[in-house]
Structures are given as C-alpha cells and as structure tokens.
C-alpha cells in the first residue's frame, strides 16, 4: 500500500477481544499503525513517538488504529503495563 491508498474492509479482535471492523471505525480520517510486537524496544519506541504527537493527531482530527500479529492477551499485558 502508499499513502493514500484506500484500505480494504478487514476485522480483528481489539484491546477487550471484541470484533474491530475498519469500516465501521472510520468515523474521521484514520492512520492505521502497524507495529512488529507488544513490549519491544521497537514497538515502546515507535508507539511512544506516536503518543507524544497525539495532540496533534487530535488536533488534525486523525485517529490513531494500532496493529500488530500479538494475541488479546499479550495486547492487555503490554496496555497494562503502560499504565
């Protein structure tokens, strides 16, 4: 895909395990943020960069949608340990 390029409609479960279709979140403009896995130093750096613009992300009225293969489980581990 390049910048621009329209998404095709997919689901995978979120943070909670419940459905996440991406059509049916495009509520605003979207940027889809895929990260290789939860609690790296690669992923705590990427995601931290992306958390520290979030105010501008805001103010640009784009949400921010985080993607990696890592299990339900492995996802609320590393939220909680954000925390």
Not at 31 to 47: A, H
């Amino acid at each position: 895909m390049s910048e621009g390029d329209v998404a095709l409609n997919f689901s995978l479960n979120d943070l909670n395990g419940n459905d996440f279709e991406i059509y049916e979140n495009l509520t605003e403009e979207t940027s889809l943020v895929f990260y290789p896995k939860d609690d790296t130093q690669v992923c705590s750096s990427q995601l931290a960069e992306y958390n520290s613009n979030i105010n501008e992300f805001s103010r640009h009225e784009i949400k921010l949608v985080g993607f990696s293969t890592d299990s339900v489980i492995a996802h609320q581990q590393f939220n909680s340990n954000l925390k």
